[in-house]
């Protein structure tokens, strides 16, 4: 027994609820001649339940993300990976009801389309979002946005509703923000979508997030660090105890670099434990906790439950609050590696933020083994990046001496990377690896600056590690400068 169309179920107000207890769910507003239809369809008299309208689109919303939805969404996701997308928005109907019986598929390949041709482009986002007259789709490549349609404002109303039932959100709410996720196959790939919705002045927005499952088997020599810079946090993760930090903006690849740790750790021989928020990928013989604030499983109240569960090796999501920084430090001083996020704009910054949670800097002095600092830079397109001489300004960010030549590479644009002159990012990094000295200066409530002075002495800076990269000719120096240019100015480009 199978359920009724989506489309048809939804405006007539009739649904078939299969399973164990199989039934007729009736919106206060049905349509009798539905109802007969649906006896005809499922070839047997069920019991009929009547639900208010809120009820029925909540029952709506589970029916259909396990059943009819989740089948006729791998079957359209295979098809829409060798079908143009310019072909699939052609054949939407212009004046039909896209939520009646005969034009329900049209927006299941909608979406579909927009996945697979995200997934084509190697994005890592697209957003939905509705203004007055028109619908806007724009996909994140390499971390910039670019719009890839503008559809009918019309269809904003059906395109959200179809993703919240595949993300078995509530579709009757509307007035709150709400996070799900979803799976799909799309030319025999599995594609898990974190999905999010806001609400807007002209509907929801909707950023669906894709998960490269790939990320979560990365190992460190794949990261793009230096071989020094390499060889050095590899000495840290060898170390038993203590707290190693990765900061940065969002979507700067801090938990790709925290996986990848645990991939060099995940050896069998210790028992490693996460809590994180979300758990975007399954690691295999890591045990994974995700927070649930609204039962109370915080960062810090999950942090202290695996604590008893004899951990070798803990990962935190993000350090947010003064109570989950503590229970770090204090797990890294009863014998744990403890590895964590923190979001500021440099490594030095790290221990002050720390600091000004209200952690005593006696027990950063102690605790603290390493920060790596990170950013994503885009990788120069091989086909088409151009040679050129750098100016007089150019090779004062540089650093270069009188006399010195060097050749750098700017982007052109060709067919192979889109017309953008790039092709995918690689991460800059700068590590800064807490010494006695820099203990020492911790200890005393050192200023920021003072503690990069004294750690960057013979390491590379972000904007350092940037220039190299430009050096090398896999990235712009303007794009470095897009990047790093805070930590540019702030070290005076060393």
């Not at 005809?40 to 639900?51: H, K, S, Y």
């Not at 598929?105 to 389309?113: Q, S």
Request: glycine letters at 8%.
């Amino acid at each position: 027994m199978k359920p009724l169309n989506y489309g048809f179920a939804r405006e007539r107000g009739v649904a078939l609820q299969t399973g164990d207890a199989p039934a007729f769910l009736l919106r206060e507003d049905f349509d009798p001649l539905a109802l007969l239809e649906a006896r005809r369809a499922a070839g047997a008299a069920l019991e009929m339940r009547t639900l208010d309208a809120r009820a029925f689109d909540r029952a709506l919303s589970e029916i259909y993300a396990f059943d009819g939805l989740a089948h006729s969404m791998s079957d359209t996701a295979e098809d829409a990976a060798g079908e143009s997308l310019s072909d699939i928005i052609n054949e939407i109907p212009k004046t039909a009801d896209l939520l009646d019986s005969a034009s329900d598929a049209p927006i299941i390949r909608l979406i579909n389309g927009l996945i697979a041709e995200a997934v084509r482009s190697g994005a890592s986002d697209v957003h939905v979002e509705p203004f007055e007259d028109r619908v806007s789709v724009r996909l994140r490549v390499d971390g910039v946005l670019r719009e890839m349609v503008s559809l009918s404002g019309r269809l904003a109303p059906p395109l959200t509703s179809r993703i919240k039932v595949m993300a078995r959100l509530d579709i009757a709410e509307k007035r709150v923000p709400q996070d799900g996720r979803l799976t799909l196959t799309l030319a025999g790939k599995g594609v898990d979508v974190r999905v999010s919705t806001l609400p807007s002045r002209y509907g929801e927005r909707v950023v669906l997030r894709l998960l490269d499952k790939d990320s979560a088997r990365f190992t460190l020599d794949q990261l793009g660090m230096s071989p020094a810079q390499l060889a050095d946090f590899q000495t840290v993760l060898a170390q038993p105890n203590g707290v190693v930090l990765v900061t940065g903006p969002t979507g700067a690849g801090k938990t790709t670099t925290l996986y990848a740790g645990l991939n060099l750790l995940n050896d069998q021989t210790r028992n490693i434990l996460t809590v994180e928020d979300p758990v975007e990928y399954a690691v295999e013989g890591v045990g994974q906790t995700q927070v649930n604030t609204k039962v109370g499983m915080t960062f810090a109240a999950g942090l202290r439950a695996i604590l008893r569960q004899d951990p070798d090796v803990v990962m935190v999501g993000e350090i947010r609050d003064v109570e989950t920084a503590e229970i770090a430090v204090q797990a890294s001083l009863t014998g744990h590696l403890v590895l964590s996020t923190v979001h500021t704009n440099s490594a030095a910054a790290a221990v002050t933020r720390l600091r000004d949670m209200g952690v005593e800097s006696y027990l950063l002095a102690t605790t603290i083994k390493a920060v790596v600092a990170q950013r994503l830079v885009r990788r120069l397109c091989p086909s088409c990046k151009e040679a050129y001489e750098p100016d007089a300004g150019e090779r004062r960010m540089m650093e270069l001496g009188e006399g010195e030549r060097a050749i750098i590479y700017r982007p052109k644009g060709c067919d192979a990377c889109g017309g953008s002159g790039f092709s995918g990012r690689r991460g800059v990094y700068e590590l800064l690896v807490v010494d006695d000295a820099i203990a020492s200066m911790i200890h005393e409530d050192a200023r920021e600056n003072e503690i990069a002075r004294h750690a960057f002495k013979t390491r590379h800076t972000l904007w350092r590690s940037g220039v190299e990269l430009a050096k090398a000719g896999e990235t712009s120096l303007a794009e470095v400068m897009r990047v790093c240019r805070e930590d540019g100015e702030r070290d005076g480009g060393v």
